[in-house]
């Protein structure tokens, strides 16, 4: 045995660095492994960042535009040039675009009757400069006409508010549709600054 009491240093020496190493491993590992899952969580998080970053970016840009739509389609309310009109001549421009839409369409009016100034109006309400007028029509037209003079009022630039509307077909002619239709026209009593 004293022939290999010197190599007891060098093997204690490796004993005491495999057993340091096989420890220092086990503490280490762990630490590793907790790192290599942290990292892939981060690059999980980093992933649906990404994916929502891209999803916020849709949202806005879909959002730009219905609020471009909507400032597009603001309509403004009519103001005559001059401002010392009645109430009959304040409306006269508003009623002659709306018969001559009728009129343009082929749709026949049975009955017409006006009201101004309608108290439930919140216009009315607020007391402003603002003159309001509810128009009741009975109209006589096929679906295509009507369809299209509904689609004029919507497109006309001053505001027109449909308050009700009902469409019954004709008894003796399905074709024709007898119509009761009330519109509420707005106008400013000032002329409008240009």
């Known amino acids: 045995m004293e022939k290999y009491s010197r190599y007891y240093g060098l093997i204690t020496f490796l004993v005491v660095t495999f057993v340091l190493g096989y420890v220092t491993f086990n503490m280490i590992s762990p630490k590793v492994e907790e790192l290599n899952n942290i990292n892939a969580d981060v690059e999980k998080q980093e992933k649906i960042l990404k994916a929502k970053q891209q999803e916020k970016i849709v949202v806005a840009n879909k959002l730009k535009k219905i609020k471009d739509s909507v400032i597009g389609a603001q309509k403004k309310i009519y103001a005559p040039m001059d401002s010392d009109l009645s109430n009959d001549t304040l409306f006269f421009t508003l009623y002659n675009d709306v018969l001559e839409?009728?009129?343009?369409?082929?749709?026949?009016?049975?009955?017409l009757d006006y009201v101004y100034n309608p108290e439930e109006d919140e216009f009315v309400k607020s007391g402003n400069d603002y003159f309001v007028c509810d128009i009741n029509l009975e109209l006589v037209s096929n679906y295509t006409n009507l369809g299209k003079l509904i689609e004029q009022l919507y497109k006309y630039p001053y505001y027109i508010k449909f308050n009700n509307m009902d469409v019954k077909p004709y008894a003796k002619d399905k074709s024709i549709l007898l119509t009761n239709m009330s519109i509420r026209l707005y106008a400013k009593s000032e002329p409008e600054d240009n």
Do not use: A
Request: proline content about 0%; hydrophobic content about 35%.
């Open 101 to 111: 839409m009728m009129k343009e369409n082929s749709i026949k009016i049975k009955s």
